[in-house]
């Protein structure tokens, strides 16, 4: 799942002669080709979510390892806020990387462009390529070559409490003010919070962004656009959203408090995607599933948008083990393994013909979030997408606690993008 975007610090391109180097894990060697049956260890790191996704995913790896009874699967559950950076240092280092990891969509062209990436393209990991949706694959592609697979995609919308909606009287919000006028009567009503707003995680940010017709940067111009005035006026947004009562928010455990005021009943709304389904669903105002109401994020005075986000799966160019490990990526990408992945967590497919499955074409999260994945919003695939946020998370948490203005914010965080982005206007 997206636990959000890792806070990366900016970081220069780092020397490619690290992935020469093999994983220090002696147990990762040991295919046999002379026989053409896979054995030895698989190393996978998963970032999913731990206590509810994880233990899925372990389990699908175990199938893997009943196909192939010589190859043992390694799973390590690693969180998401650390494994970006913790598998640039091991594979700089050239010790201590899996042979597979988890990625977020936007991780994947950074590591391509580091050189610490197998490309896929004519691998048995890579099996029909053309079955993949289109949004999914083109965050796995960086200069014309294929660098990880799709395992999952997602975007974003509105959870609400369909019992306190309806003892507020209110209807789902389709604006940002219609949010506001909700949230009041909602807090008059029950005397609980409208929405729960994360800020202590940009990418929470951005559907606000989207809303007001704005971007981070447009690549095609190699132009950063965060501090035009679109970016004003989404941080005039998000502030008025606080400032107002509309909603509440936490600087740091944002996910951690999001989740628990939502599963608890104490806002009747946040912003989420289909990754924080079955953690919800374990909370006592979600013991009856049909409480739970999704619908698209407001939209701002421009446009209603959400960020395109997901997982990919990557494997590791100096693993000891690559013939395993395609396996491995393959069957883990698989129409059968989606469509279980679906039925059990409630995550969107990747690949076309796996909405055809049963368990996909009847999952209700699935019917609400396919259209909506459908008119996200792409992010930049270009190598500094992941250290976007980093800047702009300072900035914007400083606004949500009024520590800073929206005029400052994204004008600090456009200076920051441009000492990143060398060159660009």
Known sequence: MRRGITATALVAALALAATACGSDDDSSNGTSKSSGELSGTVTWWDTSTAGSEDKVFKKIAEGFEKEHPKVDVKYVNVPFGDAQNKFKNAAQSGSG?????????????????????????????????????????????????TYAVPQVIDSMGIFYNKKIFKDAGVQVPKTV????????????????????????????????????????VDASNES??????????AMKVVKDLVDSGAAKTDATDGWENMQASFKDGKVAMMINGPWA??????GKEFKDKANLGVAPVPAGSAAQGAPQGGHNLAVYAGSKNLDASYAFVDYMTSVKTQAQVTKELNLLPTRTSAYAQESVVDNEIVGFFKPVVESAVERPWIPETGSLFAPLVTEYTKVLTGQTSPEKAVKTTGDSYRKLLKGWK
Do not use: C, H
């Open 277 to 282: 389904v079955a953690d919800t669903y374990t």
């Open 177 to 216: 003010d219609e949010l506001k006028t909700a949230s009041k009567k909602i807090k008059d009503k029950t005397g609980k919070t409208g929405l729960y707003l994360r800020g202590d995680d940009a990418y929470w940010f951005l559907s606000f962004l989207y809303g007001e017709g704005g971007d981070m």
């Open 224 to 233: 950063v656009t965060i501090d035009n005035p679109a970016g004003v006026k």
């Open 97 to 145: 990387a899996p042979d597979v990891i988890r990625s977020e969509v936007a991780w994947t062209p950074e590591f391509a462009d580091l050189g610490y990436l197998a490309p896929l393209d004519g691998t048995p990991a890579l099996q029909k390529a053309d079955d993949f949706l289109k949004q999914a694959a083109a965050s796995t592609k960086y200069k014309d070559k």
